[in-house]
């Protein structure tokens, strides 16, 4: 469907995207994760068309959209923070793209009210788009994207704005939307649930380039670089005895000093730094004697040690994963 | 391609009907028997009695604008930090004397009683120009961080300490621009002058008007051109002035500023701020009002029936009626033209990096006056450019006034349509062209049309270029209550307040819609 091939894009001095490949096949979702200034964005509109290239190609069922204008290339695209027309009501916007391709009218108002019936907003056709909450909002431009029928989706930070519990069942209706639509669809965003939840394939970036891609289980399970595994949240480390190797939190744990023997390969000693408390686990910072690394420990259930308490650490060998950079 | 239209029509019909008429000026003043002449310029230092008259305009401009300081700075410190109830309604009533035809006004300081003064012409100033000074300084006054103040009074600073070394420091930038453009205003006036100044009290503008009049245009032309030097100059001046104090300051975006009233200091300044708006800007209109009615057998319609009949020794051509009829299709002629013109301009301005020359440009008209426009078009399109005849050189003129006002208010709108929008468009698969008509004109046209309706107020008030230029049997409302001014009688005085209370009704009305569309615009965007 689309393809994405040593794509770079220049902003002033800088490349905000650079050299980077990306494929997304029919039906496939595949989210780009990243933090914020990492290029995802600029990449989105580079395939727009909303941004000029300046080396590498985008091609659409294998033909080059470089000469193809952005109202030529047929693609849907959600902006963050909406990009609502303030001066049409909520049906002017959905119908906005079917009028652009020429349907006679009363096609054009059939397709706008049944898109909007599945974003779940029958009735608010004539309402206007600013007194909308932010979820309506969302939804609206959700419609106006999927109205003109395009076979890949594109959303930058489509749950961005919204509070917590919104985002979570805006994001299971995504979901649902994805697989009934069978559309493609590359949506962008800095939340890890976000991408792991929707994606079928997530692609970590960094300053513009792809870390790492792959399916949700196996980039949590398995981050490939330093980058990845901190921004997903692990620890980096020399000190573990498997050369530089990232930990995640919860594979870390404090044991007594009299249950060495036999399990365990081998402890850890360190010294209580900083202690969190996360809703269902705490955040232990622990500073690992004789060294200046320090590790985070996820502790669910024991009681946590008090700051300034010297505790011994074992790892499980499946949250410890080797870096190859 | 469209870029190109945008710069070409507000370019043409800048050169065609202000450059080339301002040159045919110039060009009578210094060149007036076909070789260069400098001494009719010369004339208005060496004359003794156009010196007189340079000499007035300047000293009255000056007082005009240390009077409208002193009334207006109180008046903008209560509107911008006190809290009471009515001040949004007070806010604009004090704006309502700016938009009112200059003819109004000084027909309304007639009705009040006041002969030809300059004690007249002074207040009838101070009565326009509040409104720009109450706006300019008022508006940074309430975005000024009040804490300043507080840390300057928790360190030890008195209150008049506080004023002079924070607040007015901070203030410079906006008294300096309102006292440029009520300097401007005043050095230009026009309509105050020649019916509060009577005869013995001229200043270039009416001296321009006269001199014309009386076919004497080589004098004409040289005043002219001292005018135009002058109001360069002060422009320049003005520039300088402003940029200099362009100083970062912290202002306080959203928050209101304004505090509760408190103390016996407050509550006099504020009463006393009301009570004074009140007397001047509210008694001259009262005043107005009432004595059109106000007829030699008690209150009647009797001077608003005399104006639809041509009595036989009137001045005038046609029935005063006739006038209204005038103005409207003036004003809606004027109104389009402004749009048409000031339109392409204020998207040339706003999407362009020389819009800013294109700015200047349009503004010329107005800073250098509408007088100026009226002589120039009178002696600019005279044969072989004779558009004279034409009923179209009056709106025209009308609409090169008003397209400033056009352009300023239309472009903060086009410039804050979101760029996401267009490509929003794009993407949806909108070309260009249709961006512009789907996204760009819809979203502005708000903007556009808040700028029509100043454009229709403007164009009903007019009277410098068009005391020039309307044809003596089409005149417009202000030329008709002009010319019954300037005639005895108790008739022709209250059909000149009749004229004038119409006239204060059309343009009362045409703020009124501007109003509503802004109120529709509360939340947008």
């Known amino acids: 469907m689309l393809e994405v091939r040593g794509l770079s894009v220049r902003y002033g001095d800088a490349l905000a995207v650079e050299g980077l490949d990306l494929s997304v096949a029919d039906d496939e979702v595949v989210c780009v994760l990243g933090p914020s200034g990492s290029g995802k964005t600029t990449l989105l509109r580079a395939i727009a068309g909303l941004e000029p290239i300046a080396a590498g190609a985008v091609l659409r069922d294998g033909v080059d959209l470089a000469d193809v204008s952005p109202h030529r290339r047929g693609l849907g695209f959600m902006f963050q923070e909406h990009a609502l027309f303030p001066h049409r009501d909520v049906i002017g916007n959905v119908a906005f793209g079917l009028r652009m391709h020429r349907l006679p009218k009363d096609q054009v108002t059939a397709r706008a009210h049944e898109v909007l019936a599945l974003v779940g907003l029958d009735g608010f056709e004539r309402r206007s788009v600013r007194e909308l909450s932010g979820g309506e909002r969302q939804r609206v431009a959700l419609a106006r994207a999927l109205a003109p029928e395009p076979r890949l989706l594109m959303l930058d930070e489509p749950l961005g704005a919204l509070d917590r519990a919104l985002r979570d069942d805006l994001a299971r209706e995504l979901r649902h939307l994805f697989e009934r639509l069978g559309v493609a669809v590359l949506l962008v965003t800095h939340d890890h649930d976000e991408a792991f939840a929707l994606g079928d394939r997530v692609a970590v970036v960094h300053a513009g380039r792809i870390e790492q891609i792959g399916t949700p289980a196996d980039v949590w399970r398995r981050p490939a670089t330093e980058f990845v595994a901190r921004f997903l949240g692990w620890n980096v480390t020399d000190s573990l005895g498997a050369g530089r190797a990232a930990v995640r939190p919860d594979a870390l744990r404090i044991v007594a000093n009299d249950t060495l023997a036999g399990t365990l390969t081998s402890t850890w000693e360190g010294t209580v730094l900083e202690r969190a408390f996360h809703r269902d686990h705490f955040l232990v910072r622990v500073a690992l004697s004789g060294g200046n690394e320090t590790l985070d420990v996820a502790i669910h259930d024991a009681e946590p040690p008090t700051i300034g308490d010297t505790v011994r650490l074992a790892v499980d060998a499946d949250g410890l994963v080797p870096l190859l950079d | ?525």
């Open chain 2, 1 to 525: 391609m469209r870029r190109v239209a945008f710069w070409a029509i507000p370019v043409a019909f800048l050169g065609f009907f202000f450059v080339y008429p301002v040159v045919t000026i110039i060009g009578r003043g210094l060149w007036p028997g076909g070789h260069l002449d400098l001494s009719p310029v010369g004339g208005v230092i060496t004359d003794p009695s156009l010196r007189g008259i340079l000499w007035f305009t300047v000293w009255q401009a000056a007082v005009s604008t240390v009077l409208t300081l002193l009334v207006a700075l109180p008046a903008a410190f209560v509107i911008a930090r006190l809290q009471f109830r009515g001040r949004a309604l007070v806010r604009a009533l004090m704006t309502v004397p700016f938009v009112l035809p200059t003819v109004v006004v000084a027909s309304s300081f007639r009705a009040l009683g006041f002969g030809p003064s300059t004690t007249a012409i002074l207040l009838a100033h101070v009565f326009f120009n509040v409104a720009v000074v109450v706006r300019t300084v008022g508006g940074l006054w309430s975005h000024l961080d009040p804490r300043q103040e507080d840390a300057a009074r928790v360190l030890g600073a008195t209150r008049l300490r506080v004023f002079t070394s924070i607040t007015l420091p901070a203030l410079r930038p906006a008294i300096l621009a309102a006292a440029s453009i009520v300097y401007l205003f005043c050095f230009t006036s026009f309509g105050v002058i020649l019916i509060l100044g009577g005869p013995s009290r001229a200043t270039l503008e009416t001296e321009i008007f006269r001199q014309a009049t009386q076919l004497n245009l080589e004098t004409a032309a040289a005043l002219s051109i001292a005018q135009l030097l002058a109001t360069v100059a002060m422009l320049v001046v003005a520039g300088r002035l402003q940029g200099r104090s362009d100083v970062a300051m912290d202002l306080q975006p959203v928050t209101d500023t304004a505090r509760a009233v408190r103390g016996r200091g407050d509550r006099g300044l504020l009463i006393g701020v009301l009570v004074s708006a009140a007397a001047l800007l509210g008694t001259p209109i009262a005043v107005l009002v009432v004595r059109s009615f106000d007829t030699a057998h008690g209150f009647g319609f009797d001077f608003y029936r005399a104006l639809s009949t041509l009595r036989a020794d009137s001045v005038l051509f046609v029935p005063p009626v006739e006038a209204i009829g005038n103005s409207l299709l003036y004003a809606t002629a004027a109104t389009v033209i402004a749009l048409l013109v000031g339109g392409p301009a204020a998207f040339a301005v706003a999407r362009s990096r020389r819009g800013g020359a294109l700015d200047v440009g349009l503004a010329l008209p107005l800073g250098v006056s509408a007088v100026m426009v009226g002589f120039g078009f009178l002696i600019a399109f005279d044969p072989p450019v004779d558009l004279r005849s034409s009923w179209v050189l009056v709106p025209i003129a009308h609409a090169l006034v008003a397209i400033p006002f056009v352009v300023r208010i239309a472009v903060p709108v086009i410039r804050a349509i979101d760029p996401r929008l267009r490509e929003a468009a794009a993407v949806l698969g909108a070309s260009p062209r249709t961006i512009w008509r789907e996204v760009d004109l819809p979203v502005a046209a708000r903007g556009l049309m808040v700028g029509a309706g100043f454009a229709f107020a403007i164009s009903l008030g007019e009277f410098g270029a068009t005391a020039f230029i309307a044809r003596p049997d089409r005149p417009t409302l202000p030329v008709v209550i002009f010319r019954l001014l300037g005639q005895p009688g108790a008739q022709n005085f209250g059909a000149a307040m009749a004229a004038s209370t119409i006239l204060v009704a059309l343009t009362v009305a045409a703020m009124l819609g501007i109003e509503r569309l802004r109120a529709g615009e509360l939340g947008a965007f």
